[in-house]
């Protein structure tokens, strides 16, 4: 038994993830246990080394306020402006190197009342020497006296000193820092006393601490601006030593560069994991095996009995221990044997249903067919008004109750999942006509207003299951047009592209009775609907939207809906619909075939049956002979010739599936003879035996006698070859009749709008003789033309030209 994860395999992973999960909390146990003590030490540490580094720097720069302090008090002791010449640079000269320059800067015109400004300003120079530097006295730079150093000083205390922010010193090109303070005669502020101090010493030390101990320093000014950064890298959970320190309140910040706090616990911990692993793995091993032996190597013995066991899947196995797995064979025979009594049932179940529909299906269809094919026949014969409303009814009943057969039998095929569906090349037009003609007037006998807006492109030909989508939205517009009293309904269709694919969106909108929240949840679902009145006021199954539903999504789409009680409704279907080149067909209108001379044989065991396709066949020109079987209809055809045979398939003594096949195998000219298949059995096994027997083309009961029509129109070239006359085509009709037809169909089209089929019939008009027609007739024939290529109805003068014309 080939078997791509087995239990031996589980259980050796469950039990290395025993494992591993075992190590690992014993290994997250300890780290939290250790990670506490390490911290804590690792962070005094860091704390000490951050405050013994600050008093260091801190003291560096306190050591260069004793030059300040003498310069102020220089400048405190003498008044005399030549002396101060003579001492200050001897002081800034036998200064530290951390100080860089220096001065004293009086009040303005207090040296001289003439000058402004007279400071003495001194600065090493690379040579060891001092320089005087005259710039800052230059009255035109705005005055030193402005200087965030000097007007910082210029108000505190004596011996109280201002420090500066850290600057770039223009003519060094290092961060320097100046301390102001100032000097007083008499109680009185005679100015500021300034050194500046050079940061590059500091900022070495810092980096050479730094990466003695192994730490990261970042040190920033009063204003948070970095002064130096080395060896600072931040991560998770990283502890960082902060601290301000000096009067000039900088802020220090430490960390360990090299090794965290994590890294000193995931090393103990490790070394702890490699003592306990090996004797952990020794466990895992004797579990496996104590596992292997006592559990899964009878279930595995079990799984490979029941894949080699005879088609009763019963286990025949030698087990003696009375435990779980005994138990476990033992239901599983007990249930093996239940479950193929109920496969039996089910089975034959299956079987009682789908002849159960069948029969169904022709014992109701076989009946269906003579009341809609006797009123079909009615309906041609003289009628008073109350005649033909009664006759209206009973066809429009016996529609609903097909409607009703088909949906039941369309929520079988989907149960048994044998919904098909047939694609093929359609123009999106032919189907907007179809719902025009049928909904528009529908719609406006109930005083509703019909509309449909496309932003399909008008030439657009799709390659999907016409009838399918045709089916979609006629049920929809069914239910759209019975739940609205007043107001309107409409159909939007626009289509958009998606993942490659192209998709066909409907809108459906109504002002009708509304669904609430509740109900919408429900009314996809079989033989539901919104309220247990709505089947008492309306009618109706229940299933058209379950099958509109599984429709959509058997074509790739799906279907949602909006709705609210007492305001209306709007479904929105997507169906996937591929865009194809339109076929080049001749437009045609629904014409009559002309059988003069023809002759048909109806194979038909039901006398009313019999009876209304001898009506229809006789009323189109047809010589018809009848037979009730279909080794009668072998017998006859074996001696005669018949233009045409309707052959049903449900008969005694012979069906029609064995008789066309005996009929395709005689030898003689009959077996050549076009057969339609007409039954009441409409499931696709039927039709595709009839189809495979010899039938060319299968009529569904009841009999609509338009589709009759569109058939023999279909197969006229085969009807006509056994005629001596060259064609019965409706175009040879006398020319008069025809033109009649055609004006009547035009005439519909346009009270329907449907543009499309209006400029097909017109396109039949102008085709048979254009130069029949003189200049005022070929003028008011392209106005009309035009008029329908716009959607709009033509004015009635043109009309009546056109009419005119085809009636001479």
């Not at 580094?53 to 050591?63: F, P």
């Not at 009040?107 to 040579?127: M, V």
């Not at 009067?247 to 490790?270: C, G, H, P, Q």
């Not at 799709?462 to 609205?484: C, E, P, V």
Request: glycine share 6%; net charge negative; aromatic share 8%.
């Amino acid at each position: 038994m080939a078997i791509k994860s087995s239990l031996k395999k589980k259980s050796i992973i469950a039990l290395g993830l025993y494992l591993c999960f075992f190590i690992a909390t014993v290994g997250s146990i300890t780290y939290v246990v250790v990670e506490y003590p390490i911290k804590s030490k690792l962070q005094k540490n860091l704390d000490l080394r951050t405050e013994l580094l600050a008093t260091s720097l801190d003291e560096s720069l306190n050591g260069s306020l004793g030059l300040l302090h003498s310069i102020a008090a220089i400048g405190e002791a003498t008044g005399e402006y030549e002396e101060l010449k003579t001492l200050l640079p001897t002081m800034i000269a036998q200064s530290t190197n951390m100080i860089v320059s220096g001065g004293i800067w009086p009040e303005p015109y207090l040296i001289d009342p003439t000058i402004r400004l007279n400071s003495l300003f001194y600065n090493k120079n690379i040579e060891g020497g001092v320089d005087l530097i005259h710039s800052w006295n230059n009255p035109e730079s705005g005055g030193y006296n402005i200087e965030p150093w000097y007007t910082s000083a210029i108000n505190i205390q004596p011996q109280q000193v201002s420090w500066s922010d850290v600057y770039i010193d223009p003519y060094t090109h290092v961060q320097m820092i100046t301390a102001s303070t100032p000097y007083f005669k008499n109680g009185k502020v005679q100015g500021v006393a300034t050194i500046d101090i050079s940061l590059s010493e500091l900022i070495k030390y810092v980096q050479n601490h730094a990466n003695q101990y192994d730490i990261g320093v970042l040190i920033r000014d009063q204003n948070g601006t970095s002064i130096t950064e080395h060896n600072f890298f931040l991560s998770k959970n990283i502890y960082i030593s902060q601290l301000k320190f000096g009067t000039y309140n900088w802020e220090i910040d430490v960390v360990n560069s090299k090794r965290l706090v994590a890294e000193e616990t995931f090393e103990l911990v490790m070394s702890l994991e490699f003592i306990i692993a090996p004797f952990l793995l020794a466990c895992v091993m004797i579990g496996y095996y104590m596992i292997n032996r006592y559990l899964i190597r009878p279930i595995v013995v079990i799984a490979d009995k029941v894949s080699d066991s005879t088609t009763s899947g019963i286990i025949e196995m030698d087990y003696r221990s009375n435990d779980e797995i005994r138990h476990l064979i033992d239901s599983f025979n007990h249930n093996t044997i239940y479950l193929q009594e109920e496969k039996v049932k089910a089975q034959a179940s299956t079987k009682a249903k789908s002849a159960f529909l069948a029969t169904l299906s022709h014992e109701i269809r076989t009946p269906m067919n003579g009341v809609l094919g006797t009123a079909q026949i009615l309906a041609k014969t003289d009628l008073n008004d109350h005649q033909k409303k009664l006759l209206h009814s009973l066809y429009d009943s016996g529609e609903h109750m097909m409607t009703l057969l088909n949906e039941i039998l369309d929520f079988s095929k989907i149960e048994q999942g044998k919904l098909e569906l047939d694609s093929s090349p359609f123009p999106l037009s032919s189907i907007i006509g179809s719902i025009n003609s049928v909904y528009y007037t529908l719609a406006t006998e109930k005083g509703l207003s019909f509309k449909v807006y496309s932003e399909v492109p008008t030439e657009r030909w799709y390659n999907a299951d016409k009838a399918r989508m045709r089916q979609i939205l006629f049920n929809l517009l069914n239910n759209a047009i019975k739940f609205t009293s007043r107001g309107f309904v409409e159909v939007y269709l626009n289509e958009y592209e998606r993942d490659g694919k192209v998709y066909l969106s409907i809108q459906v909108r109504d002002t009708g009775i509304g669904i609430s929240k509740s109900a919408q949840e429900k009314i996809f679902k079989p033989f539901e609907q919104a309220e247990s009145s709505t089947t008492r006021r309306f009618g109706g199954t229940g299933l058209g939207l379950a099958i509109t539903q599984k429709i959509v999504q058997g074509m790739g789409g799906n279907i949602t809906v909006k709705s609210e009680e007492g305001i209306g409704s709007s479904f929105f279907v997507s169906l996937q619909a591929d865009v194809c080149e339109p076929e080049s067909t001749q437009d045609t209108v629904h014409q009559k075939f002309d059988c003069n001379g023809l002759t048909a044989l109806i194979v038909e065991d039901n006398r009313t049956n019999t009876m209304i396709m001898d009506a229809f066949l006789r009323s189109k020109g047809f010589e018809t002979t009848s037979v009730v079987d279909g080794a009668k209809a072998v017998d006859i055809l074996s001696q005669c010739t018949f233009d045409l045979v309707l052959m049903d398939n449900h008969m005694p003594v012979m069906d029609g599936i064995e008789a066309t096949e005996r009929i395709r195998n005689l030898n003689h000219p009959s077996s050549k003879g076009l057969i339609l298949g007409c039954t009441a059995d409409v499931f696709k096994e039927t039709r595709e035996k009839m189809l495979k027997a010899g039938a060319d083309h299968i009529l569904a009961k009841p009999i609509d006698e338009r589709e009759l029509d569109d058939v023999l129109i279909k197969f006229s070239d085969r009807l006509t070859r056994s005629l001596p006359h060259a064609s019965h085509s409706s175009t040879q009709e006398p020319q008069s009749s025809n033109n009649e037809k055609l004006l009547v169909d035009l005439y519909v089209s346009l009270d329907n709008q449907d543009f499309e089929k209006a400029k097909s019939i017109l396109r039949v008009i102008v085709s048979q003789d254009r130069n029949k027609f003189n200049n005022e007739e070929r003028e008011a024939i392209d106005k009309i033309s035009a008029a329908l290529e716009g959607n709009n109805v033509p004015s009635e003068d043109d009309i009546n030209v056109l009419t005119l014309s085809l009636a001479e």
